[in-house]
């Protein structure tokens, strides 16, 4: 979304005051808000710290406001609790916990993502100009036509301050793949997300009845576009998130949660987890998101449903979809002139929406082609500009254009590749010969997560609570592996715990003598002479303590 650009690293422009948008209240949540982590560390356990150090200031940091600093990325309600959160964990622990996962794709996409920003820098280190035309040898430039002369060049020192926003940005998956891994762990998500989620309960319905306004009350400004805020003749709530349809995704996420969690309580709490989650199934439509709602009518009863692999199996085609999607929209494979009319059919506003969104995708895949592998970088560049005027009408949302625009197929897939990891990883060791089997909390995870892999087609919604779902379950993928392995080795040997390999005796007399269940594998014999005793000579040799049902496997 437009007022969303910020957190992107494409709306922000030089000469910024200190402190950008927002009151006294603003700036003093985001000081405070370091003082809260810290509280929550030395109060909770540290998987629970960790979570809601994340998702209170998510739920409740003002939009937009930010503390500007010069060749640093801005203090925000996304980099401060990220920031905290690492430091107050490395401050108890007195270590650096290990960032990077164990597969080495995961190492290399961990690379890819921490480089890609800095090689996108060097790759447009020249100023994009506007208003000049060529007539023979002649370079003519008319100012009173220029809405705006250049798009600023990228600097070198931009190139360090894109690298730091990236591994700021990321630190909620490194932490929680370090922290967070374990099926308790998980559980505590969802408990937080169902909380959380009671928490949102009455701002949300005060919002839907009486217009967005407590962003405003609070902070002192309103963090979008006010006409976003009306749809279907009401209201669609905001409270301190960045737009209604984060909201609405928050909403879904929660609802979710509740319903994973009354799944799984025991008798006595059977009764309250359950009324929970149908309040928090009921926040779902008054968002007035038909994507959300979408999602909810597929994935709810998916969960209540389906077996815990079928969750894995669905979350696995999300992630294809999700990686394949530009390639086929850049192709042509997407027939979106065919879905713009059988929308058009039921809904005319929606299918125009639709194919403004459309026809603005394929303006910036067009621009893109320039500098297909590394992107036009930040300050706007990679949005398609006026070349006579400098002006630019087009609005793009999907987070996947806006990074393929920013850093090129190469950040792409870096940053996409490591999204989608997690679900290819929990699926690869599920399968696997002797893998234990997959809970419902980390199955419903996994649908949480791929519900919002696949909104980040339509929209940005990929939020630090996101990738510290992300994050957990790489993790738990992990330990998957791991307790997969020991159970293989287990197996292994109790299968093989009475196998002799490679006995030989001298005489028959000092031969080893099997057991009951024993078989003997290249088991020599051989005679008082030292001879080799087979066929006839074996069966003289035998002593008669062995059984004359055995023999050996030569």
Not at 99 to 125: K, W
Not at 192 to 200: D, H, R
Not at 525 to 551: C, L, V
């Amino acid at each position: 979304m437009q007022g969303d650009r910020c957190a992107h690293g494409w709306g922000r422009a030089p000469g910024l005051a200190m402190v950008n948008i927002g009151n006294s209240v603003a700036l003093l949540a985001l000081l405070a808000w370091p003082m809260v982590i810290i509280v929550m560390f030395r109060f909770m356990t540290l998987e629970r710290a960790l979570i809601w150090s994340l998702l209170g200031g998510y739920m409740f940091l003002p939009q937009v406001t930010e503390i500007n600093f010069p060749g640093i990325p801005a203090f925000n309600k996304t980099t401060i609790p990220n920031l905290t959160a690492f430091v107050v964990i490395i401050a108890m622990s007195g270590k650096l916990p290990q960032l990077l996962p164990q597969t080495l794709v995961g190492r290399a996409l961990v690379m890819m993502l921490v480089l890609s920003p800095a090689l996108t820098v060097l790759n447009n280190l020249e100023p994009v100009r506007f208003g000049y035309q060529m007539i023979g040898n002649l370079l003519i430039l008319d100012p009173s036509a220029l809405e705006r002369a250049e798009l600023p060049a990228l600097r070198f020192y931009d190139s360090a301050s894109e690298l730091a926003r990236q591994l700021i940005v990321m630190v909620p998956f490194f932490l929680a793949r370090h922290y967070l891994r374990t099926e308790a762990a998980l559980t505590e998500i969802l408990r937080a997300l169902a909380v959380g989620g009671l928490i949102y309960a009455l701002p949300m319905l005060f919002e839907v009845r009486f217009s967005p306004q407590l962003h405003t009350w609070v902070y002192g400004f309103f963090q979008h576009d006010f006409i976003q805020a009306m749809r279907a003749g009401g209201f669609r709530p905001f409270v301190f998130m960045p737009h209604g349809l984060w909201v609405a995704f928050f909403a879904f996420m929660a609802a979710m949660a509740g319903v994973a969690l009354a799944m799984t309580a025991v008798q006595e709490k059977r009764r309250q987890t359950l009324l929970v989650s149908l309040i928090l199934i009921a926040l779902v439509p008054l968002c007035k998101s038909l994507g959300v709602i979408v999602y909810s009518l597929l994935l709810i009863p998916a969960l209540l449903l389906l077996r815990a692999r079928a969750h894995l199996l669905f979350g696995l085609l999300i992630s294809f979809l999700v990686l394949a999607y530009p390639m086929m929209r850049g192709a042509g494979l997407i027939p979106t002139q065919a879905l713009v009319e059988r929308i058009e059919q039921f809904n005319p506003d929606r299918a125009q929406s639709l194919e403004y969104r459309f026809d603005n995708e394929d303006r910036v895949i067009a621009h893109v082609r320039d500098k297909p592998l590394l992107g036009w970088g930040g300050w706007g560049r990679f949005m398609p500009h006026d070349p006579e005027t400098g002006t630019s009408r087009v609005v793009v949302d999907g987070l996947w254009v806006i990074t393929i625009g920013q850093y090129g197929w190469l950040g792409y897939l870096a940053l996409f590749g490591l999204l989608v990891l997690p679900l290819l990883s929990l699926f690869r060791q599920a399968n696997r010969a002797h893998a234990p089997p997959l809970p419902i909390t980390v199955s419903a995870l996994v649908l949480i997560y791929a519900a919002n892999l696949l909104d980040l087609l339509p929209n940005a919604t990929l939020v630090p609570f996101s990738l510290l779902i992300g994050g957990a379950l790489l993790g738990y993928a992990e330990e998957m592996r791991s307790a997969t392995d020991k159970a293989r080795a287990l197996s292994g040997a109790k299968d093989h715990h009475n196998v002799i390999i490679g006995a030989s005796t001298a005489t028959p007399s000092r031969l080893v003598q099997p057991g009951k269940h024993d078989v003997i594998l290249g088991h020599v014999r051989k005679d008082r002479k030292g001879r080799m005793a087979t066929g006839a000579d074996e069966k003289a040799a035998r002593s008669p303590a062995q059984p004359r049902g055995r023999r050996s496997l030569l």
